[in-house]
């Protein structure tokens, strides 16, 4: 399906006429806009990863094992994924800075709650409201680019966007070293306290240089339209996603029974977005926009593997050839550099179908080469193997997010940017079941060869998906 035309002169000179664009030239998408944008947008991605070094000390502190610790990295990921959309759809509807600052203000009241939580009850309430805050940040960003793309009447420049993905990326790779350097520093709830003066730094320069909100329009009689959020579908959505979540945490023992319930709840879902005037979910626009909907399962399948292989791998590097969990951060580094360094590339190519698809061949041929894998395998080859992992994240994260920039409805960017988010969440609990199937007890060869051809079956889909759209043809 072709993308939607970028914004047009006319959409500019409307702009320009405003009061608030003729008081004094602005070029647009400058560091001022852009700077609140990335430290917001990182906070979510580095408190995924930063945690893990925190687990064992936590666990000490509160006498829990690490089945119950667990718990801290899947209330944060099922709370980003629940979230991510219905704050994009918040943003769409009352504007992206205010929802931009609100997930903030969320964001220090979840680091005071878990720096001075008496029991561990209240560091999940922490992560819970963590997930909720961050989710703000990445959905309101895209609306607020889409705002400025409008008002300046250009499309968003891809080096903008790589920015983003850059700091998501970045976040991600540093989270893991910064969280083991404030329990060495400080103690545990030193992961939650550092959130509280970045969530503060973010929420005063984005007051300082975020644009206020574009008026959302008036109905004739000059009265302020309804928000038309349609908490229903809200509900059943959340309501059938954690039930998904709750069943895909524990795949090795799997509790069939919440199939039923989940098959039902999704069945109503379809049901009442189909026939509801404003659906949060526009099934209708997904049908029709099959170069949307096919993004989302792209990206939802890419960060399966990416996940599988960033989590599954470094167990195994530790538990199976007995590197400490230092030497295993150092072993991931060609990983993360060339993660961010592809990031950066990738806003270089206008195309998104040649970065895709080297993305997907070099992430089968990892996967297939992790297949070999052994407690003798050469250092070298371990080192290759993270790159191969690395140079596809950063692909595929800019790609995909040009891919929802361009295809998305200009009025409904937020809730899309929250989607494309939510699927990469799915992928991401989904490769933490796999894991666990895959390992049992603890990472051993064999386990790491099964998901290295599970990976490879995925890698093997990616290339298809990929190839045969015909809507990213027309921006090879």
């Not at 009352?94 to 029991?119: E, H, K, N, Q, W």
């Not at 990445?138 to 607020?144: F, Q």
Request: aromatic share 8%; net charge positive; glycine share 10%.
């Amino acid at each position: 399906m072709p993308a939607p035309a970028p914004p047009q002169t006319k959409t500019a000179t409307s702009a320009a006429s405003a009061p608030r664009s003729t008081e004094r030239p602005v070029p647009g998408f400058g560091a001022r806009l852009t700077a609140p944008l990335l430290i917001g947008s990182l906070l979510n991605p580095l408190n995924t990863t930063m945690i893990s070094t925190a687990l064992v000390a936590i666990g000490h502190h509160f006498g829990i094992g690490a089945a119950d610790t667990a718990w801290l990295i899947s209330v944060l990921y099922l709370a980003s994924a629940v979230a991510q959309p219905v704050l994009g759809r918040l943003a769409d509807v009352l504007g992206p800075r205010r929802v931009f600052l609100a997930g903030l203000i969320v964001v220090m009241a979840s680091g005071l709650v878990g720096t001075y939580a008496p029991d561990f009850g209240w560091l999940l309430v922490s992560r819970l409201l963590l997930g909720i805050g961050t989710s703000a940040a990445y959905p309101a960003a895209m609306a607020v680019l889409r705002d400025e793309s409008r008002r300046i009447g250009r499309a968003t420049p891809r080096p903008v966007l790589a920015r983003l993905s850059f700091a998501a990326l970045g976040s991600a790779a540093v989270g893991p070293t910064l969280g083991g350097l404030l329990v060495m520093a400080v103690g545990w709830r030193g992961i939650f306290a550092v959130n509280v003066p970045v969530a503060l730094l973010a929420f005063g320069s984005a007051l300082l240089w975020i644009p206020a909100d574009p008026p959302r329009g008036r109905a004739a009689d000059g009265s302020v339209p309804k928000l038309d959020l349609d908490p229903l579908g809200i509900g059943l959505f959340s309501t059938a996603l954690t039930v998904l979540v709750v069943f895909l945490l524990d795949l090795s023992h799997p509790m069939w029974w919440l199939l039923a319930p989940f098959a039902a709840l999704t069945g109503v879902l379809v049901w009442w977005q189909l026939h509801s005037p404003r659906p949060f979910i526009d099934l209708r626009m997904l049908a029709d926009n099959g170069a949307l909907a096919r993004t989302y399962l792209r990206h939802g399948v890419s960060y399966l593997l990416i996940y599988c292989v960033m989590y599954g791998y470094t167990q195994w590097l530790e538990e199976v050839r007995g590197y400490s969990s230092g030497h295993t951060g150092v072993l991931m580094l060609p990983m993360s550099l060339a993660a961010l360094v592809c990031s950066l590339l990738g806003a270089r190519t206008k195309g998104i179908r040649g970065p895709l698809t080297l993305a997907c061949v070099l992430l089968t041929v990892g996967a297939g080469v992790l297949a070999f894998f052994s407690g003798s395998t050469p250092l070298a080859v371990l080192l290759l193997a993270g790159a191969c992992f690395g140079i596809p994240q950063g692909l595929i994260g800019t790609s995909n997010q040009a891919a929802v920039q361009a295809y998305a409805p200009p009025e409904s960017i937020g809730s899309a940017a929250g989607l494309q988010r939510t699927a990469q969440y799915i992928g991401a609990i989904t490769a933490s079941s796999l894991i666990a199937l895959a390992y049992g007890r603890s990472a051993s060869d064999g386990g790491l060869h099964l998901m290295a051809a599970v990976s490879v079956v995925l890698g093997l889909l990616l290339i298809v998906l990929t190839v045969t759209d015909r809507a990213l043809r027309t921006r090879a």
